[in-house]
């Protein structure tokens, strides 16, 4: 652990595999406490986050459910006192052919590729808290 993260927490959404696993992996490599959300089981993540020494809060959501995002990034801050890093990775997409996909289906992923609901929660709190610390880096 490089430990310049050292103090710091990480909310990583779809952390339980790909690009937000890596980036939950890599946070706590440096030192950060990581914060592991996905609408999977994140238990292999949060294991890998442990192994490296770091402090990591599991949440098993739909990032798209605002209450259960809100609730985590409550638990969240209630638990480390801050948020400093938010890394808004969950979204799904549908695998068939454009022909085939419903309106409901694109509906869907239009909204869940860009996970509005979790960056604009994420963001909300980073304004309603850190600004005024002049803290916190929420991309």
């Known amino acids: 652990m490089s430990g310049d993260f050292a103090g ?12 937000g696993r890596a980036s939950a992996v890599a946070f706590a490599a440096r030192g950060a406490a990581v914060v592991v959300c ?5 238990a292999d993540t949060v294991a890998e ?9 599991p949440f098993q959501l739909d ?8 609730d985590a990034v409550d638990a969240a801050v209630r638990a480390f006192g801050r948020l400093d890093y938010a890394h808004n990775n969950a979204g799904t997409f549908a695998v068939a052919p454009l022909a ?40």
């Open 8 to 19: 710091k927490v990480a909310f990583v959404t779809g952390a339980a595999s790909g690009i």
């Open 38 to 42: 996905d609408l999977a089981e994140p």
């Open 49 to 57: 986050v442990e192994r490296l020494g770091a402090t990591a809060l």
């Open 63 to 70: 990032v798209s459910d605002g209450d259960a995002l809100r």
């Open 100 to 139: 085939d996909l419903t309106e409901a289906d694109f509906a869907r992923d239009r909204r869940d590729v860009h996970n509005m609901p979790a960056a604009l929660l994420l963001h909300r709190w980073n304004h309603g808290t850190n600004q005024t610390k002049r803290r916190g880096q929420i991309r």
